[in-house]
């Protein structure tokens, strides 16, 4: 029988993409905690909470698992993260998006696991960023360029059809990652992510 695992990420976009990762990985004995935002864990009372679960699921044999974006600096949410450990007296391990060696985010892990025969969605969307370089370029101002959420849900969006169904099927908490024609759950730039979680279910 395969251990627990209590899982704790940041938000219902990473609740989507994990659950669906670990079906695809036939990891079927798996909680995920929805925290809101990764600097929850550092209000007392929130933290108070997770200590309790990860206490309580060390001691009925389970591991606990925290996967939060690594943002703009992998070592630095390292660090607060095992300090939070040593404090607390609590064990888990982390892996941090996209691959826990780099900076970045669940979207920069996205826009690599694409289905490579849609690449060209994405020469587009470089064409429209260049323009609005450009645009900025002239003195027009601009408040700023689509962000790399956007850019991921756009690509998703037009491989859809054309229904209000589907434009809300392409949000964040309701993609299907199983679905081959969008996306390379078999990818090597899953590979670190994969590792990680068949490591811990044992």
Not at 30 to 57: D, S
Request: aromatic share 10%; net charge neutral; with cysteine.
């Amino acid at each position: 029988m395969s251990t627990n695992l209590l899982i704790y990420v940041e938000g219902s976009d990473d609740e989507k993409f994990i659950k669906d990762f670990l079906f695809f990985l036939k990891i079927n004995k798996f909680k995920i905690n929805n925290i809101g935002g990764w600097n929850k864990i550092l209000n007392e009372n929130e933290k108070l909470v997770i200590v309790n679960e990860f206490q309580k699921n060390t001691f009925n044999g389970g591991i606990n698992l925290i996967i939060f974006d690594a943002d703009d600096d992998l070592n630095k949410k390292n660090v607060i993260l095992d300090k939070i450990k040593k404090e607390s007296n609590i064990e888990f391990e982390t892996f941090l998006f996209p691959n826990n060696s780099e900076s970045g985010t669940l979207e920069t892990l996205l826009e690599k696991i694409i289905n490579p025969k849609n690449s060209t969605i994405f020469e587009c969307w470089n064409s429209l960023t260049s323009c609005i370089d450009a645009i900025k370029s002239n003195n027009i101002k601009l408040l700023s360029k689509p962000s790399l959420k956007s850019k991921i849900q756009v690509y998703n969006e037009v491989l859809l059809p054309s229904n209000s169904t589907n434009q809300k099927k392409a949000l964040e908490h309701k993609r299907d990652y199983s679905n081959s024609e969008i996306w390379d759950l078999s990818s090597k730039n899953l590979e670190p992510l994969k590792n990680f979680l068949l490591e811990n279910k044992k």
